[in-house]
């Protein structure tokens, strides 16, 4: 599976949006982009994925560069509980890996008031 | 929803202890995936398991083994546990093509 780069920590004020980067400049073709966050002392929870097209939940919107070689999770109005450590992987769906996942060090968030 | 459950949030055992950590989905889901988590290594993956009685190693297997007799239940077993294998585990499942559900984790201390 490609390998992810994503910085250590950010900042962001309530109520502003949150925008976390993510480089994966090694994706192959029918690899997708999956988001991940963990909540302190919880299990990680799923986001949001996509494969080239933008997509959008409840939760938070996914931009994919045209290359694929880097994407952006935007969280619209950030709030206090979405402090935590947001994790960019990517992983093909099929094949041997079966969808596993590997975890980097993601990108502490931290929204402050 | 989805839930994941995983029999202990918190577990005391001794060394030489043969440990079950077991994790149990709703959904019928076929795949399911055991890591642990340890400050400034992130989550490692142990073993993974795509259909009943299918387990695939994953990136940490040694000191561990797996069970999955029934496609709702994942067993990670702990054959002699020992100190270094004190940590945060977590189980998560999912259908082919959409992202995991994890269980809320059990941390595990062996003395």
């Known amino acids: 599976d490609a390998k992810t780069t994503q910085p250590p920590s950010m900042d962001c004020a309530e109520g502003r949006a949150a925008n976390l980067p993510c480089n994966h400049s090694?994706?192959?073709?029918?690899?997708?982009v999956y988001w991940y966050r963990q909540i302190h002392s919880q299990g990680p929870q799923y986001i949001i994925h996509?494969?080239?097209n933008n997509e959008t939940n409840e939760m938070a919107s996914l931009i994919i560069t045209e290359d694929r070689k880097s994407s952006t999770l935007i969280l619209p109005h950030a709030t206090l509980r979405d402090t935590a450590v947001y994790y960019c992987?990517?992983?093909?769906?099929?094949?041997?890996?079966?969808?596993?996942?590997?975890f980097g060090q993601g990108t502490i968030l931290t929204v402050h008031p | 929803d989805v839930k994941v459950t995983q029999s202990s949030r918190y577990l005391v055992k001794r060394t030489g202890e043969k440990v079950f950590l077991e994790c149990v989905q709703d959904?019928?889901?076929?795949?399911m995936f055991w890591y642990r988590q340890d400050p400034g290594l992130g989550l490692r993956l142990i073993y993974f398991?795509?259909?009943?009685?299918?387990?695939e190693k994953g990136d940490i297997p040694e000191g561990y083994s797996v069970s999955r007799e029934k496609k709702e239940r994942f067993s990670l077993i702990l054959e002699s546990a020992s100190t270094n294998q004190t940590s945060m585990y977590l189980c998560?499942?999912?259908?082919?093509?959409?992202?995991?559900?994890f269980g809320s984790g059990t941390r595990l201390t062996v003395v």
């Open positions: 992987i990517v992983s093909s769906l099929g094949g041997t890996s079966y969808g596993k996942l590997t």
């Open positions: 959904m019928d889901h076929e795949n």
């Open positions: 998560a499942s999912t259908p082919v093509g959409f992202g995991y559900t």
């Open positions: 996509g494969l080239k």
């Open positions: 090694t994706i192959s073709g029918n690899e997708y």
């Open positions: 398991s795509y259909d009943v009685k299918m387990k």
